[in-house]
């Protein structure tokens, strides 16, 4: 019985260690844009710089985050940016009002 028990927690560790180490490739060496909907200054900005300053940290590969500025339009802007020209490859993040999408 020990031994059954032994060995599904090392099965277990193999598939828990798997996809965490898969995904240090992605991110290794490569800039991650957040891009914010407000001028500088403001409090989307604040938000924005302080998790620019700590997420790094967190995600395997120790990517470099950037913050950029596209104001104007109440946001719009931004979002047109995000959902027309900035590519899906998990590298741009977008910050902006969320009631945005309901309107």
């Given at each position: 019985m020990k031994r059954i028990i032994c060995q599904i927690v090392?099965?277990?560790?193999?598939?828990?260690?798997?996809?965490?180490?898969?995904?240090?490739?992605?991110?290794?060496?490569?800039?991650?844009?957040?891009?914010?909907?407000?001028?500088?200054?403001?409090?989307?900005?604040?938000?924005?710089?302080?998790?620019?300053?700590?997420?790094?940290?967190?995600?395997?590969?120790?990517?470099?985050f950037v913050v950029e500025n596209m104001p104007g339009a109440g946001f719009l802007i931004s979002a047109n940016y995000m959902y027309k020209v900035a590519k899906p490859d998990g590298l741009t993040i977008g910050h902006f009002i969320g009631g945005l999408f309901l309107q």
């Open positions: 090392i099965v277990s560790l193999f598939l828990i260690a798997a996809p965490a180490s898969a995904q240090d490739g992605f991110y290794q060496g490569k800039t991650v844009r957040i891009i914010v909907g407000a001028s500088a200054g403001g409090g989307y900005d604040t938000y924005s710089r302080t998790i620019d300053r700590h997420i790094g940290k967190h995600i395997p590969g120790n990517p470099t």
